[in-house]
């Protein structure tokens, strides 16, 4: 169907900007804006979710995984899961089906064998402090339809549905995507028209911007695609010898609604996480697995904070700041942006103290935070169009509004504010989709600029962000502010990261792709991400470039997989997780040589084991 944007649209479209511009919460400014903030601090109290090991043990499993037919079974995952269910550590078979895997717990433990098209096989062992214990499989192949479509990646299953359209499916891939899979066992349960109706509504309430036909696309076929049938397909996995070297540890954190959406690591090692769900950040101590919570300070806003009339997900989003992404400064303290509350938050883990910044309410949904060669701190602001700057020495924040590209995007960032505190009268209502534009002018998702990721270029300084919806890579000057814009070959940028070399990498989330830029030269280069089977796409959410070996590490989240892309020789390698519904968001390395990242899908029960969490992939010896 043609867009449709009349003179009329234009003219009601520029009377609700001129609105927004007398009637906005901290009044309409272009340009750049700069302030000096003051903090508020608070003490908190760390509630203590699991003790840990008081004493550290250590066990190793040994043995071999076969088919019944007596045949080796090469890249099976053999998970071990502590007494306690709150850690499990997986290995993966070599060629001849053996395994080694070290452990660090004892006691009376369930270990699993799984394989890609083979029944799960489990045991419970007993294993002591220093002994290494023999456990051996032996694997059925799957036969029933049932069981065989069951076990099948969500990529599989979302790769059924048949869209009349390319903008259609364009929509759905970009709209439908970004909070969690799509096909797994919990989203494809069949429903009707009018209960899979009432599903695309709620995620209307949580920023997703589809017009009415896109909607009703979206409902009609997953009503159609999604019945309980069965499906087949054949998926080829691809068994690196990289994998005979690998550990996989994860532990769970938090309730089967907790959305812890960023990890990052700390000095000390440690991960912590940002519930943006239940406004608390998650502390994890990996050589003992103590878990600890600690609640950021209240606040005067109601629940979903400057986002209350949208109906953002019941249960999931209990809080009002909604922390999103972290960086680490001087002095370990973590840096917060509160995606729903309009504030900065340093947290110091040493006394769980949080000093907060007001950014400002219309600066709407502050989203990845990152720090420059001074210590300054830049963050992009989804749904508002602009880029902010905090500098802790002098308490100065710079705001700077992006180009937007249009009328129509212009619209979106004079109005949001505008909307979103009408909307705060209703809440939960979800009345600002209602009034807005990209419904009754029928613009979608284009209304919106979207800028998400960002990063600092480590050989001059500069700043680059990425547009998701105006599809934009963008530089910004950072003494200057002056803003180029570039048009990327692939859409849906999300989170790019720079490799030491001062290259741009770029994961193509609508486009299921990993994309290069080199600023010098200002070319981009594309490399399509493996697929399990034709059809089938990914969805990269987030990336990291190692700044040891130059290898860039992407999320896949659409088949429980973990991809390292080495750019010398232009391939990539897979790594299957063990947990089904793996979902995961920003990657990080740590001091030890493993990459993590948390356990993210929302709603966290819809993984196994029905919890959030941290996971690692120590990638050994590459």
Not at 68 to 84: Q, R, V
Request: glycine content about 8%; hydrophobic content about 35%.
């Amino acid at each position: 169907m043609k867009k449709v944007f009349g003179r009329r649209n234009l003219l009601i479209l520029t009377a609700l900007a001129l609105l927004g511009a007398v009637i906005a919460p901290d009044g309409f400014f272009t340009g750049h804006r700069r302030v000096i903030l003051e903090g508020e601090t608070f003490e908190s109290e760390p509630v203590v979710y699991y003790e840990g090991a008081k004493e550290l043990q250590s066990s190793t499993l040994t043995g071999q995984v076969r088919s019944t037919g007596d045949l080796p079974i090469s890249g099976a995952m053999i998970t071990a899961f502590s007494s306690d269910k709150k850690k499990r550590i997986t290995a993966y078979s070599h060629p001849d089906g053996t395994y080694t895997l070290p452990l660090t717990f004892a006691g009376e433990i369930s270990v699993r064998a799984r394989t890609p098209y083979f029944e799960d096989v489990e045991q419970i062992t007993n294993t002591a402090d220093g002994e290494a214990v023999e456990v051996n499989f032996v694997a059925s192949k799957l036969s029933s339809p049932e069981d065989l479509s069951s076990s099948l990646t969500a990529s599989a299953h979302v790769a059924k549905i048949e869209w009349p359209t390319t903008q259609d499916r364009s929509a759905f891939v970009s709209q439908c995507n970004f909070c969690h899979q799509v096909g797994n066992s919990l989203t494809r349960r069949p429903r009707d028209r009018e209960q899979w109706q009432i599903v695309v509504d709620r995620m209307e309430g949580y920023l997703v911007f589809v017009t009415d036909q896109e909607r009703e696309s979206i409902t009609d076929r997953l009503s159609e695609t999604f019945t309980g049938e069965p499906i087949e397909a054949i998926q080829t996995w691809d068994v690196s010898p990289a994998l005979a070297n690998a550990r996989i540890e994860e532990w769970g954190a938090g309730d089967a609604l907790s959305f812890i959406h960023d990890a990052d690591v700390g000095h000390d090692g440690r991960l912590y996480g940002a519930d943006e769900g239940h406004d608390v950040i998650w502390t994890l101590d990996r050589n003992t697995g103590r878990i600890e919570s600690v609640a950021l300070p209240d606040s005067d806003l109601p629940v979903g904070g400057n986002f209350s009339g949208m109906a953002l997900p019941i249960g999931v989003f209990s809080g009002k700041h909604g922390p999103h992404s972290m960086a680490e400064g001087p002095g370990g303290r973590l840096w917060v942006t509160n995606a729903l509350s309009s504030t900065l938050t340093a947290y110091t883990p040493e006394t769980y103290t949080f000093e907060t910044f007001e950014i400002g309410a219309d600066s709407l949904y502050a989203h990845t935070i990152r720090m420059d060669q001074q210590g300054r701190f830049w963050f992009t602001l989804a749904a508002s169009n602009q880029v902010g700057r905090f500098d802790p020495a002098t308490r100065q924040l710079d705001l700077l509004d992006l180009p937007s590209n249009g009328v129509s995007s212009w619209i979106a960032d004079a109005f949001m504010p505008t909307l979103l505190a009408i909307g705060a009268q209703f809440p939960r209502k979800n009345v600002p989709v209602t009034f807005s534009h990209h419904k009754w002018a029928n613009q979608g998702r284009e209304v919106l600029e979207m800028p998400y990721g960002i990063d600092v270029n480590p050989t001059d300084g500069s700043i680059w962000y990425a547009k998701l919806y105006a599809n934009k890579i963008g530089r910004i000057d950072p003494e200057t502010f002056e803003v180029d814009e570039f048009d990327p070959p692939l859409s849906g940028p999300r989170r790019p990261r720079f490799a030491p070399d001062g290259i741009l990498w770029i994961p193509a989330f609508d486009d299921g792709a990993l994309m290069s830029f080199d600023p010098e030269s200002k070319e981009f280069k594309s490399y399509p991400l493996p697929t399990l089977a034709p059809g089938e796409y990914e969805t990269p959410y987030a990336l990291n470039v190692h700044p040891d070996t130059g290898v860039v590490w992407l999320t896949s989240n659409m088949s429980d997989r973990i991809f390292s892309f080495d750019p010398k020789t232009e391939s990539f390698t897979s790594y299957p997780l063990p947990t089904r519904v793996s979902f995961l968001r920003d990657l990080v390395f740590t001091d030890d040589g493993k990459i993590c990242s948390s356990h993210s899908n929302l709603p966290a029960y819809a993984t196994e084991g029905g919890l959030a969490g941290f996971i690692c992939l120590d990638p050994g010896a590459l």
